[in-house]
C-alpha cells in the first residue's frame, strides 16, 4: 500500500474569521471547513469552532512525518467556485496576483506550506482534493461556505488540483500548482494529473454497501400515463412547468438508488404539444436538491436547446420559450455535467409534437423510455447502490430499464394491457446515456414504424426489430391479433436478464385461425 504524507482534517462550523490560527508547521496537510459566516454569532461560533476542533481532528495517515518541519514561506491562496456555460463549474482566484482568473496557476516553492481555502460562490457541492499531497477536503455546499487545505509541498513538479464531484473536473472546474525548486531524493516524482496515488492502491475489495434506504419510493412512470390527443386545434401557448427532483427510489426489490428524476418519476412528464404552438417552460430545482439541472428538449430550435437558459441551482427557477418548428417525437433531457450521469440517473423525457390535424386515432397509447444505470455494486445486489463514474465512462452498466426500475414494467401495476382487435401505439424512447435498443416485442409485428421518430414520412411497415438509438426515439403501432401475454425487449437479450422487459397483456378471445397449439400455455416469450 502507498503510504501518503499525513493528513489532518479539521471540521468546524465556524466562520473563517472566529477560527484560530492553525499550528501550520505542525502538520503537513489538513482541512478545515466553515459555515457561511451569517449563520452564527461570533463568540458563539468561536466556541463551536473551539468544540468542533477538537472533536473532528483526525490523523488520516498516521504521524511517521508529522514531525518534519516546514522549513518555506506560508503561501496563501483563495478560490472561490463559479458556476457558468464554459467551463460550466470552475474555481475563479481572489485577490493577489489570481485575482479574478478562472482556474488560476498556484506557485510556490519547495518546502513552502501552501494554505488554499475554497469558498463556495454558489450552492452547489464542491471539494478540493491534490491527490499528489493527500489533500482531500470535505464537500462543502451551502452558499459562502468554504473549507480550507494545508500542506508542505515538500516536491518540485507540476500538479493538478481539482474538485471530485462527478463530471466537474472533466468540464472545467481544475488548475494547476507549479512547485520550483529541489526536492529530498526520496520524494516521490511528481505527476502530472495528481491521480496516481489513487490508482496505485492495492486491489479493490468487493465495493461497499449501504442497507437499502426504508424511505425509498416508487420512480416508475405508469406507461399509461399519456396526455390526450392535441387533435385539429390551432397554434396556442402552452405553460410547461416541470420541477427537477432528486430521490431515493426503488431500483429493485431491495435495492434504493439515488435518482435524479423530473417530476419525481422516469421518465419525466410526456408533453404533448402541436406544431406551431409556442411553449412558455419553466424549470424548478426543487429545494434540497444536491446538483444543479436543466433541460435539453431536442424538439427546441435554439441555443442548446434550451439548456443554455436554463442551468438551474437548487431552490430556484428558470424559463425560455419556443416555438416547435417541427413534427416529430423528440427526447428531452437535463443536459447538466455530467451530462450523461444526471441522464443515467433518470432525467429524461419526450415530448410530441404532433403535425397539423394530429395523429391517427389508435384504441391505446403508451410511453416507455429505456435507459442503462451504472451502479459500483454488482447486477442484483441489495442495499443502497451508488454510483460509478468510472462504469459509466467506459460503458459498462449493470442495469437496463423500462422507465426507470428492472423489471417495473412486467408488475401488474404497470404492464401495459389491451384487447383483442385494439390497435396500440407506443412512444419509445431511449435516455441511455449510451446503448442503443433494438426494440423488438417478442410474438408481435409492428404493423407500422415511424422510423426515427420521423411523423412526417410515410411509416414502415411489418416491422419485427427497430433501432433506437440514445437520445433518440420511435412510434410504432401494431393490432393486437391474439390474447397472450407479450413482452416487449431490447433484443440485445442479455438486457433481458439486467432489468429490461414490459409485458402487453392481451385480453380476448382465443384466435385459433392466428393460433393455436394444443399445448399448455408456459406463458414464456421466446
Ligand atoms: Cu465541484
Ligand atoms: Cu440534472
Ligand atoms: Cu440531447
Avoid: W
Wanted: aromatic share 8%.
Amino acid at each position: 500500500m502507498l503510504v501518503l504524507l499525513p493528513i489532518r482534517i479539521e471540521i468546524t462550523t465556524a466562520p473563517v474569521a472566529a477560527e484560530s490560527t492553525a499550528n501550520a508547521s505542525a502538520r503537513e496537510a489538513q482541512a478545515k471547513l466553515a459555515s457561511p459566516p451569517a449563520e452564527a454569532e461570533p463568540a458563539q461560533a468561536a466556541d463551536a469552532a473551539a468544540e468542533a476542533g477538537v472533536t473532528a481532528v483526525s490523523d488520516v495517515a498516521g504521524s511517521a512525518g508529522a514531525a518534519r518541519q516546514a522549513q518555506g514561506a506560508l503561501v496563501e491562496y483563495t478560490l472561490k467556485t463559479g458556476f457558468g456555460q464554459n467551463p460550466q463549474n470552475f474555481f475563479v482566484g481572489v485577490g493577489g496576483d489570481i485575482d479574478g482568473q478562472v482556474n488560476p496557476t498556484l506557485t510556490a516553492d519547495v518546502g513552502d506550506t501552501v494554505r488554499i481555502t475554497m469558498v463556495n460562490g454558489v450552492p452547489l457541492q464542491h471539494d478540493l482534493h491534490l491527490e499528489a499531497f493527500g489533500v482531500a477536503s470535505p464537500i462543502i455546499q451551502a452558499q459562502d461556505q468554504s473549507v480550507t487545505v494545508e500542506f508542505v509541498a515538500d516536491k518540485p513538479g507540476e500538479f493538478e488540483y481539482h474538485c471530485m464531484i462527478p463530471g466537474h473536473a472533466d468540464t472545467g472546474m481544475k488548475g494547476k500548482l507549479l512547485i520550483s525548486g529541489e526536492g529530498p531524493a526520496s520524494a516521490p516524482a511528481g505527476d502530472d494529473h495528481g491521480m496516481a496515488a489513487e490508482h496505485s492502491s492495492a486491489p479493490a475489495a468487493a465495493p461497499a454497501v449501504n442497507p437499502a434506504n426504508p424511505d425509498a419510493v416508487s420512480i416508475v412512470r405508469n406507461p399509461a400515463d399519456v396526455p390526450a390527443p392535441v387533435g385539429d386545434r390551432d397554434p396556442t401557448t402552452v405553460r410547461v412547468d416541470m420541477t427537477a427532483v432528486e430521490v431515493s427510489g426503488l431500483l429493485a426489490d431491495g435495492t434504493t438508488y439515488s435518482f435524479f428524476t423530473f417530476d419525481g418519476q422516469i421518465p419525466g412528464p410526456m408533453i404533448r404539444v402541436r406544431v406551431g404552438d409556442t411553449i412558455d417552460f419553466h424549470l424548478k430545482n426543487a429545494d434540497g436538491s444536491v446538483y444543479p439541472h436543466s433541460i435539453d428538449l431536442h424538439a427546441v430550435t435554439g441555443p442548446g436547446g434550451g439548456a443554455v437558459f436554463t442551468q438551474t441551482v437548487p431552490g430556484q427557477e428558470t424559463s425560455f420559450s419556443f416555438k416547435a418548428l417541427n413534427a416529430g417525437l423528440y427526447v428531452y433531457h437535463c443536459a447538466t455535467s455530467s451530462i450523461p450521469h444526471h441522464i443515467s440517473n433518470g432525467m429524461y423525457g419526450l415530448i410530441l409534437v404532433e403535425p397539423p390535424g394530429g395523429l391517427p386515432p389508435v384504441d391505446r397509447e403508451y410511453y416507455v423510455m429505456q435507459a442503462e444505470l451504472y451502479t459500483e455494486q454488482p447486477f442484483g445486489t441489495q442495499g443502497d447502490l451508488t454510483f460509478s463514474a468510472d462504469k459509466m465512462s467506459h460503458e459498462d452498466p449493470e442495469y437496463f430499464t423500462f422507465n426507470g426500475a428492472a423489471g417495473a414494467l412486467t408488475q401488474d401495476e404497470f404492464a401495459m394491457r389491451a384487447n383483442v382487435g385494439e390497435t396500440v401505439r407506443i412512444f419509445f424512447g431511449v435516455g441511455g446515456p449510451n446503448a442503443t435498443s433494438s426494440l423488438h416485442l417478442i410474438g408481435e409485428i409492428f404493423d407500422r414504424v415511424y422510423d426515427q421518430a420521423s411523423l412526417t414520412s410515410n411509416p414502415l411497415t411489418d416491422v419485427q426489430t427497430t433501432t433506437v438509438p440514445p437520445g433518440g426515439a420511435t412510434m410504432v403501432e401494431f393490432k393486437v391479433e391474439v390474447p397472450g401475454r407479450y413482452i416487449l425487449v431490447d433484443h440485445a437479450l442479455s438486457r433481458l436478464e439486467r432489468g429490461l422487459a414490459a409485458y402487453l397483456i392481451a385480453d380476448g378471445d382465443e384466435q385459433a385461425e392466428i393460433f393455436h397449439s394444443d399445448m399448455p400455455a408456459n406463458m414464456a416469450g421466446h
